[in-house]
């Protein structure tokens, strides 16, 4: 069995190497010539953990190859895998179908043998049968093609192994032979034990953007409890220890902290209110405006405990420890820890940032900011320092590693990942979402009066 995969980034590219992994001879299709040329040298331009190791492995044996060239593919492959981006709309919430329907229109146009196409991308709901009906439209009437979906539920860091052995299958076909087709593409997850739910169409759409949803739901629903805490006091890693031990809940995604962004979770609770909306169904999907609201206050929060710490941010200077939206990443797509520093660069401050992997990213969409190589550049002579993004290097800060470069020894805590007490007993101000938060100079004066 020939394998194409439509779209190379970072879905795309993810699974046409585990494809090829697996054992099948792949080709990736890509409008972008750069990103074909880098790819068929085996050069990723994203960070993903593992990821370049099978990429070069894979071009080198020739069973991973990569084109521009849509005729090449139909005519090669017996499975197109679809993969392409479905971005928010300028200035809407709706999801951007441009490149889905672009994709599944040129695969018609082209493809001249029997065989299944296989969507990958995020989609609102009802779009397969509307896909369905392109492929009709355009494809040589002497050739059948299939159309599946089949949706994909990647962890950025760990989206290789989340390929190759997945903790679900979702199988949405309207026949048994394309269902056949892709226990055949997934035998060695199906074989190793991977739960199988073979659904229809509206089904698969639904299950990505459902996940989503609620992933979203439950990290606001604990920084909603967080502007509790920071309100009348109480330890919110403790409350959230607490409701996790109960089975129905669970202690994963109650971390509080800056929020929530990336590529995925906040275009897909968007582009599900946007599709509810559609659908006349305004009210079923209105929570998740708070959800999105919710969020989107823990960024202002960060930047009213960095006011509150240093009186105003004119002029000062504060170092803020990463930008990618999650560690083991490269992604500053919706990132709070970006917007952050952006907003204290624009509020006046000299903002130093640093970040193991997210710096060339952030640095194409904010150029302005002070971008430096090491942990140990960003904090010299900072008055504040912002650990926003959680990656290990952080988590490992100690206070005298900080103490010798800093001006001042003040910190804010974005994630709940510093001991607060070690850093207060070594003399630092501390702060950290969640917890109620007294400035010093506050503290001072009621401890006189």
Known sequence: MKISVIGTGYLGATHAACMAELGFDVLGVDIDAAKVSALGEGVLPFHEPGLPELLRKHVATGRLRFTTSFEEAGAWADVHFVGVGTPQRAGEHAADLTYVDAAIRSLAENITKDSLIVGKSTVPVGTTRRLRDIIDKYRDP??????????????????????????????????????????????????????????????????????????????????????????????????????????????????????????????????????????????????????DSINLRRRDRVVHLAESMLGQLLGKKIAVLGVA?????????????????????????????????????????????????????????ADLVLLLTEWNEFRALRPEQLAALTSGQRIIDGRNVLCGDEWEAAGWEFAALGQRFVPAGELADALMR
């Open 142 to 291: 002497s050739v059948s093609v299939g159309l599946a979906w089949n949706p994909e539920f990647l962890r950025e860091g760990f989206a290789v192994r989340d390929t190759l052995s997945p903790d679900r299958l979702v199988f949405g076909v309207d026949n048994e032979a394309d269902e056949t087709v892709l226990r055949s593409v997934y035998a060695q997850a199906i074989a190793d034990g991977t739960p199988v739910i073979v659904t229809d169409f509206e089904t698969a759409e639904l299950v990505k953007v459902a996940a989503n949803a609620f992933l979203a739901t439950k990290i606001s629903f604990i920084n909603a409890f967080s502007e509790i805490t920071e309100t009348i006091g109480g330890d919110i890693r403790t409350l959230a220890d607490a409701i996790g031990h109960d089975a129905r809940i669970g202690r994963r995604f109650l971390n509080a902290g800056v929020g929530f962004g990336g590529g995925c979770l906040p275009k897909d609770i968007r582009a599900l209110q946007a599709r509810a909306s559609e659908l006349g169904l305004d009210r079923t999907m209105r929570f998740l405006s708070e959800v």
């Open 325 to 381: 939206f999650k560690p083991d990443s490269d992604d500053v797509r919706d990132s709070p820890a970006l917007d952050v520093a952006v907003r204290l660069f624009n509020s006046g401050a000299d903002v130093a940032v640093y970040d193991p992997e997210g710096t060339a990213n952030a640095a194409k969409r904010f150029p302005r900011l002070d971008y430096k190589g090491t942990l140990e550049d960003a904090a010299q002579d």
